[in-house]
């Protein structure tokens, strides 16, 4: 970089580039993130007692969960673009506030269900964090470089908070006398606090004037979402050969035609296909989705697998605080791969870092084929899935913003979490239906086949084989630094 570079007052060009109290704010909202995402798991027993439902109905939660996240994270980052990604976060905040609170009250299962599906709403929280963070850093022209460090830091504090979340709500429980509401009522606080941190400590990004909301683009989209994720999740209730959840499936795949075609005809499109299919963005896309297999959908099976009594003839017959270790290295790793992600870019490039990651993944995941009789060849074999998934967690969005044009970068990062989410969801059906059918062969009444098994670690590692084929198809320079004028020219709002 030389001595001409543009230079915005305030930032700096140490080891995150932007502001460091920007990265440290935003680090409290990603901790508040992962307890979120790991204060409730423990719980899980407790809670379907509270309700009086049976276990089973608890999957309902998550899958509710999952389809709106789906479906507004596009909404919500795009309008993030259009009039600001702070005012978007603080709305996104304040919905799960109010639903956290509301589950400290929903005393049945109708109420509960409504407000866990919208404390959904935080998964657009690191999306609109990754473009905060480039727009901050886009006149420096290190925009791409400062932003996959500080997705690295981001992701350290959501698996560190996700760590504090699964250790502190069993403490919490019993200090508490086994209070349900009083304990669900720490992860609502944490929620709340993080607002005024949002509100006081980040600044605004620079919204792009003359943008609107591409309305009918959005409804045809979420109708399409609706169908596949709705379809997916009944695959894994009623199983496969229920005709009419193929037809879900189906009818929401052809809901992109009349998507796509809307779309292209429009000026400023809800999705902007013409960039969606430039090769630094749809490879970035589609491996999203193939990761979301297995970091959304092989968690639940690697730990019935753990928890799986050896007479089966497989399985390592770990206890709770067992398989809590186990969890707990592998977020270890992803912490290590997310901090050791920004470096390899720099030593090789971006798309050397990501394709490397991607194969950790696939490494990780293949290696249970041969080795998963010991407890020891577990903890491996996931501490090096863990590090490629750590790295992609916070790379893809960060990535998918640098290969976005201006006032795209909101939409751009929060596509991959909807990607990752479809794939996720596309996953635990499928998982679900493999493991539950081979449930016949196995000894005792809840375990499943090894075979079973084997067809997910499988499935896994060949995702992850074929995401590391299609980012050969990236560019060798792309998400590289480059230099941008203070000034934006007006054309490129558009």
């Known amino acids: 970089m030389t001595s001409t570079t543009p230079r915005v007052p305030g930032f700096r060009s140490g080891a995150i580039g932007v502001t460091a109290s920007l990265i440290g704010f935003l680090f409290l909202v990603e901790i508040t993130s992962g307890i979120l995402q790991g204060y409730y798991v423990p719980l899980i027993p407790d809670l379907v007692k509270h309700l009086g439902i049976h276990d089973a109905d608890f999957n309902w939660f998550e899958a509710a969960q999952l389809l709106l996240s789906a479906i507004v994270v596009p909404v919500l980052a795009k309008l993030g673009d259009m009039m600001g990604h702070k005012r978007i976060l603080l709305i996104a905040t ?24 919208l404390q959904g709403f935080y998964v657009v929280w690191l999306p609109l964090e990754v473009a905060l963070i480039f727009d901050r850093g886009r006149r420096t022209g290190r925009a791409a470089s400062q932003t996959r460090r500080a997705a690295g830091l981001l992701v350290v504090a959501l698996e560190a908070g996700a760590i504090i979340g699964a250790l502190a709500s069993g403490v919490v429980f019993g200090a508490l006398g086994e209070n349900v509401p009083l304990t669900m009522a720490v992860p609502a606080v944490a929620v709340t606090l993080v607002f005024f941190a949002i509100l006081f400590g980040v600044p605004e990004s620079t ?8 309305i009918v683009g959005f409804t045809l989209l979420t109708f399409a979402l609706l169908l596949i994720t709705s379809g997916l999740t009944f695959l894994r209730i009623n199983g496969p050969g229920t005709w009419w959840v193929w037809a879900l499936v189906a009818l929401g795949v052809l809901a992109f035609l009349p998507f796509g075609r809307w779309e292209l005809r429009q000026p400023d499109p809800a999705i902007d296909l013409r960039v969606l299919r430039q090769p630094t ?25 753990a928890g799986t009594d050896p007479v089966n003839g497989y399985g390592l017959g770990l206890g709770a605080t067992s398989r809590s270790i186990l969890i707990g290295v592998y977020l270890i790793s992803m912490i290590v791969g997310a901090l ?70 909101g939409i751009a990062a929060g596509l991959t979490n909807t990607t990752k989410t479809i794939g996720g969801s596309f996953a635990s059906a499928v998982f679900g239906v493999v493991l539950f059918q081979g449930a016949s062969q196995a000894v005792t009444a809840t375990a499943s086949s090894l075979s079973g098994y084997m067809t997910v670690w499988a499935i896994c590692a060949g995702g992850a084989v074929v995401a590391a084929v299609l980012l050969f198809f990236v560019p060798k320079l792309a998400f590289a630094d480059a230099a941008v004028p203070l000034e934006e020219p007006a054309a490129a709002t558009r």
């Open 340 to 409: 050791l992600f920004p470096l390899f870019s720099r030593l090789a490039s971006p798309r050397v870092a990501l394709i490397g990651a991607t194969i950790l993944v696939a490494v990780g995941y293949a290696m249970f084929l041969p080795f998963h009789q010991e407890t020891w060849q577990v903890f491996v074999n996931m501490f090096i899935a863990g590090l490629g998934s750590g790295a992609l967690v916070g790379a893809l969005p960060a990535a998918a913003a640098a290969a976005a044009p201006i006032g795209q970068t």
């Open 94 to 117: 304040v919905v799960t506030a109010g639903a956290s609170w509301w589950l400290v009250a929903a005393g049945d299962f109708t109420s509960f269900l409504i407000a866990w599906a």
């Open 281 to 305: 963005m749809w490879p970035v896309q589609v491996t999203a989705g193939l990761i979301g297999i297995s970091l959304l959908g092989a968690q639940a099976p690697l730990s019935t697998f």
């Open 207 to 214: 919204p792009q004037a003359g943008r609107k909301l591409d």
